[in-house]
């Protein structure tokens, strides 16, 4: 009986996997979604069940930071490098992995992407707080050494492979069918949703936990209000940096130290809340190179701005 049933179950089985091979190849970042927030969310869950989340069972989780490192590498590089294996092949994993040490880029973007959110939301804490923060930040060098210290670290650590899912895989396979000004629209949402359970977890999001009559705001906060702006200025610099994921690294890593506590909250007057200051600032910026670049945000068709490259 088995011996006659074996090939009918083989025959099966592999029709199974040609058809889910065959679907992933049609819906490359459909696919990439649900993987990545399959694998992401299942790794969110050990914090959000524990006595830091909503205390369904009594353990104390490791630091959200370790939850972070893995969702990021686990979650999101490694779902995109996963789909790409099964559209593309080797070659376009070799495309994607190459996009971390594309750095011939000109020099000018490296201080775009490590000092731009700073120096944009540097103004906008000016305008608020005068021009006396500026004063602050010139008497005070070490804090721009400790600035740089923590966008390496973080980019090295986190965000180059979260953004190997969001843009290097994401972003590059919508923009050529949607313009990036849509491309970065669609990925918005997803990037910032992928957080969502932490929204529930002491020091996920915030010091603390997020207050109940403020999580619906936070939803917002995150879905849109944050992400667009963020993806808007990402797509950008990505454009113009030729492809290169180094560079949307370390812009990713200095929005981290330009809201955290590095630089900005020692600048001005104590328990002043910057949330305004500084993400009004960068969307400030994102509206305005949707003006200069009529919505294309420098996107060229060019092979470094493709999921595959020729000749790979």
Same mark, same amino acid.
């Given at each position: 009986?088995?011996?006659?049933?074996?090939?009918?179950?083989?025959?099966?089985?592999?029709?199974?996997?040609?058809?889910?091979?065959?679907?992933?190849?049609?819906? =490359?970042?459909?696919?990439?979604?649900? $993987?990545?927030?399959?694998?992401?969310?299942?790794?969110?869950?050990?914090?959000?069940?524990?006595?830091?989340?909503?205390?369904?069972?009594?353990?104390?989780?490791?630091?959200?930071?370790?939850?972070?490192?893995?969702?990021?590498?686990?979650g999101l590089a490694g779902s995109?490098?996963?789909?790409?294996?099964?559209?593309?092949?080797?070659?376009?994993?070799?495309?994607? !992995?190459?996009?971390?040490?594309?750095?011939?880029?000109?020099?000018?973007?490296?201080?775009? !992407?490590?000092?731009?959110?700073?120096?944009?939301?540097?103004?906008?804490?000016?305008?608020?707080?005068?021009?006396?923060?500026?004063?602050?930040?010139?008497?005070?060098?070490?804090?721009?050494?400790?600035?740089?210290?923590?966008?390496?670290?973080?980019?090295? $650590?986190?965000?180059?492979?979260?953004?190997?899912?969001?843009?290097?895989?994401?972003?590059?396979?919508?923009?050529?069918? *949607?313009?990036?000004?849509?491309?970065? $629209?669609?990925?918005?949402?997803?990037?910032?949703?992928?957080?969502? =359970?932490?929204?529930?977890?002491?020091?996920?999001?915030?010091?603390?936990?997020?207050?109940?009559?403020?999580?619906?705001?936070?939803?917002?906060? $995150?879905?849109?209000?944050?992400?667009? =702006?963020?993806?808007?200025?990402?797509?950008?610099?990505?454009?113009?940096?030729?492809?290169?994921?180094l560079l949307v690294g370390l812009?990713?890593?200095?929005?981290?130290?330009?809201?955290?506590?590095?630089?900005?909250?020692?600048?001005?007057?104590?328990?002043?809340?910057?949330?305004?200051?500084?993400?009004?600032?960068?969307?400030?910026?994102?509206?305005?190179?949707?003006?200069?670049?009529?919505?294309?945000?420098?996107?060229?068709r060019t092979p470094d701005l493709?999921? *595959?490259?020729?000749?790979?």
């Amino acid at each position: 009986m088995s011996t006659v049933q074996q090939p009918a179950v083989s025959e099966a089985s592999s029709a199974s996997r040609s058809g889910l091979k065959q679907w992933v190849t049609r819906h =490359p970042v459909m696919a990439y979604l649900v $993987l990545a927030y399959a694998v992401s969310w299942s790794i969110f869950l050990i914090p959000l069940l524990s006595k830091e989340g909503i205390g369904l069972f009594a353990f104390d989780a490791p630091p959200v930071e370790i939850f972070i490192l893995l969702v990021s590498v686990v979650g999101l590089a490694g779902s995109a490098f996963g789909v790409t294996a099964m559209v593309d092949g080797r070659s376009g994993v070799r495309t994607l !992995a190459g996009r971390y040490l594309r750095w011939r880029v000109g020099l000018q973007w490296y201080p775009m !992407a490590v000092f731009g959110l700073l120096g944009v939301a540097l103004v906008g804490t000016s305008v608020v707080y005068g021009f006396s923060t500026l004063g602050a930040l010139v008497r005070q060098p070490g804090l721009v050494v400790s600035y740089l210290l923590q966008v390496v670290l973080i980019a090295a $650590l986190v965000n180059l492979w979260e953004e190997t899912g969001w843009t290097g895989f994401m972003f590059t396979r919508l923009q050529p069918r *949607v313009g990036a000004l849509w491309a970065a $629209l669609l990925v918005a949402p997803c990037f910032g949703g992928i957080h969502l =359970p932490l929204l529930f977890v002491a020091d996920g999001l915030t010091n603390g936990r997020v207050p109940h009559q403020e999580i619906s705001l936070f939803i917002v906060y $995150l879905l849109v209000l944050f992400s667009v =702006p963020v993806r808007i200025v990402a797509a950008w610099l990505y454009n113009n940096a030729k492809g290169s994921l180094l560079l949307v690294g370390l812009f990713h890593a200095s929005l981290g130290a330009t809201a955290g506590a590095v630089v900005l909250p020692l600048l001005v007057p104590k328990g002043a809340d910057l949330t305004f200051e500084v993400y009004g600032s960068i969307a400030a910026l994102a509206l305005l190179l949707i003006i200069v670049t009529g919505g294309k945000l420098s996107y060229k068709r060019t092979p470094d701005l493709q999921p *595959v490259r020729d000749g790979n």
